[in-house]
């Protein structure tokens, strides 16, 4: 069925370095690809997303490639900063539906 | 801003009491969907809608099951409370084209005793 795998699953990085977290998804006809953040005690909030006809996509410190053929998509954080400090899940939206398959998620944790 | 309101942000309830989660939202959205979210499992899909009175199971039904009377609320039903089912749990909503992804609602910590 439809899946989509994330890693890796905890992520400590030291502040100003970059951040990495990839995932993998099932579906060739995929073709939304969203990231969502969520902070300790709050709601998942997106923060980028990217469609099946877009290689790559940028927001300042943030940004999200897509590789098709591989069936994988990743965020980037570079310059990370305490703030950057969350849970992070990765989603596809699958040939046909409206509805999201999400990443087991990453908590990433910024050291100062 | 598109607001999705979960009545309940903690329940506490017990085994084998029925328990009802209710969910709004504000923007005449057309698809609303239930999760829970469990540590190292990520967000799993119980049910979802995309139309009054129209429902679709998603991954893990069992032991749930929805209502959607009206385009702004979806519930969500348990049945007959489990430990199992002590989770967190997100009512999301989306527009029709799906342009920008899910609005979440601020969850609820469902605990059964």
């Known amino acids: 069925g439809e899946n989509v795998e994330q890693h890796p699953s905890t992520l400590s990085v030291q502040e100003g370095d970059s951040a990495v977290i990839k995932c993998t998804y099932s579906d060739s006809a995929s073709n939304y690809f969203p990231w969502y953040k969520q902070e300790l005690g709050k709601r998942p909030q997106l923060i980028i997303d990217i469609r099946s006809n877009v290689g790559e996509k940028k927001d300042q410190r943030i940004a999200v490639t897509l590789n098709k053929t591989a069936k994988h998509f990743s965020l980037h954080i570079t310059e990370t900063q305490p703030e950057d400090s969350a849970v992070y899940f990765c989603?596809?939206?699958?040939?046909?539906?409206?509805?999201?398959?999400f990443g087991q998620g990453t908590r990433l944790t910024i050291n100062p | 801003d598109v607001k999705v309101t979960q009545s309940s942000r903690y329940l506490v309830k017990r085994t084998g009491e029925k328990v009802f989660l209710e969910c709004v939202q504000d923007m005449d959205h057309e698809n609303m969907f239930w999760y829970r979210q469990d540590p190292g499992l990520g967000l799993r899909l119980i049910y979802f809608s995309y139309d009054v009175k129209m429902k679709e199971k998603g991954d893990i039904p069992e032991g749930y099951s929805v209502s959607r009377e009206k385009k702004e609320r979806f519930s969500l039903i348990l049945e007959s409370a489990s430990t199992n089912q002590t989770s967190m749990y997100l009512c999301?909503?989306?527009?029709?084209?799906?342009?920008?992804?899910?609005?979440f609602g601020s969850g609820t910590r469902l605990t059964v005793v």
């Open positions: 989603a596809a939206r699958f040939q046909g539906a409206q509805k999201l398959v």
């Open positions: 999301a909503s989306i527009n029709p084209g799906g342009e920008n992804g899910y609005t």
